[in-house]
């Protein structure tokens, strides 16, 4: 592994300036960022990590006004065992409950959660072996996806020919409540801050810094759930999340539906829209997976005979959509 420097910061102002240069990054649990300067599986030349789990003040859940606020250094156990986020914003103390394993989530938090970089097995892997692969250079490259084995990949296409989706449970959920994330720069709406951006998922600049998570207070009468689909049971990435936050007064006056794992981008599905107006039971939510995932598209599947393709996800994204919804009842 190659050593690096560390900066204790005790201020975002002192943060930012370590961080300016480009040859340092933010550092919070470190569950993710860590592997990937171990397995050196992106061509990134951080010489410095700038620790920002030392700045104080930046960890609390509170309501304030018409917002609920989520420091960004707060711990996705602390989110998943908030009392508030359990009862008001279910989805995401859900959502933060399923992501990793327990150790993760004592480290992980959750500004480094929707930050992390994704997990394409090629993008992921050895460096020598696909070093052509177009997110970890700054022109030319390919899709090892393309014409590989893609059954992690995304079903409805891809940004810049990436096909990679985004691996965090918690940015739908913050997709379907409407967020806002706080930066040391600017207030970012949530559908603004997830893009495509060189190696990175979210649009900030490298010495820009997440602070606050800033979700809007739920209307009367509104449920949330998150749904996942993961291979391992005990622990896993979602193949698919649903996030479903709906407000009924009898029947279904707005409904907001965002999934996981489908996508480069969270995605915000129309299937809210086909809600409204119905009573949320088996057939509006069955309608609901369908619209989920109109426009979903399996990637062309030339891998090699024992490759599975990624076709099954779409049904998978049908299924968590339905469950979610059913959940709000
Ligand atoms: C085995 C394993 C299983 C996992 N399972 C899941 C899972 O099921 N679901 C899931 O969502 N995730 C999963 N993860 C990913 C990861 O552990 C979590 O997403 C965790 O929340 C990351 O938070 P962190 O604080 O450790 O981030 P770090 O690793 O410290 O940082 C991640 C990235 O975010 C950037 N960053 C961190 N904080 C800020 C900030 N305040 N401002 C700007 N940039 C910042 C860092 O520079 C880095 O690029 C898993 C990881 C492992 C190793
Ligand atoms: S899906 Fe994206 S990250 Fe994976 S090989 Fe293709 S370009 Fe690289």
């Known amino acids: ?28 649990g470190g569950t993710d960022l860590i592997s990937t300067l171990k ?38 156990t602390e989110i998943a065992k908030s009392d508030l986020v359990k009862s008001k914003y279910t989805a995401l103390a859900e959502a933060a409950r399923v992501v990793g394993t327990p150790e993760l989530r004592n480290m992980g938090t959750i500004a480094g959660n929707i930050c992390q970089l994704n997990r394409c097995w090629y993008y992921r892997g050895d460096d020598n072996l696909f070093s052509d692969c177009l997110r970890k250079r700054t022109s030319g490259g390919t899709c090892y996806a393309l014409a590989g084995d893609n059954r992690y990949h995304s079903i409805f296409g891809g940004v810049g020919s990436c096909f990679a989706v985004t691996p965090s449970d918690i940015a739908p959920v913050l997709s379907a409540f409407g967020a806002s994330i706080v930066t040391n720069r600017r207030t970012w709406d949530v559908k603004d801050f997830f893009a495509v951006n060189g190696e990175k998922q979210v649009a900030i600049a490298n010495d820009e810094i997440v602070t606050e998570i800033q979700i809007p207070v739920p209307a009367a009468g509104t449920k949330s759930a998150y749904r ?93 959509t339905k469950r979610a919804v059913l959940a709000c009842k």
């Open 1 to 28: 592994m190659k050593t690096f420097n560390v900066v204790n910061a005790t201020s975002v102002s002192e943060a930012q300036s370590a961080l300016a240069g480009g040859k340092a990054t933010a550092l919070a």
């Open 39 to 76: 397995s050196m599986c992106t061509p990134n030349t951080f010489e410095t990590l700038v620790n920002l789990k030392t700045i104080p003040n930046l960890s609390y859940i509170r309501e304030e006004g018409n917002l609920l606020k989520i420091g960004a250094m707060t711990t996705l």
């Open 228 to 320: 996942k689909y993961a291979l391992r049971k005990a622990f896993d990435f979602p193949i698919v999340g649903a996030a479903a936050v709906i407000t009924s007064s009898g029947n279904v006056t707005a409904a907001s539906i965002a999934l996981g794992g489908v996508h480069n981008l969270p995605r915000l599905t129309n299937a809210g829209n086909s809600l409204v107006g119905k009573a949320i039971d088996d057939a509006s939510a069955i309608a609901a997976g369908e619209a989920a995932v109109v426009g979903a598209n399996a990637m062309p599947f030339t891998a090699s005979t024992t490759a599975v393709g990624n076709k099954y996800i779409i049904q998978l994204a049908r299924a968590m």
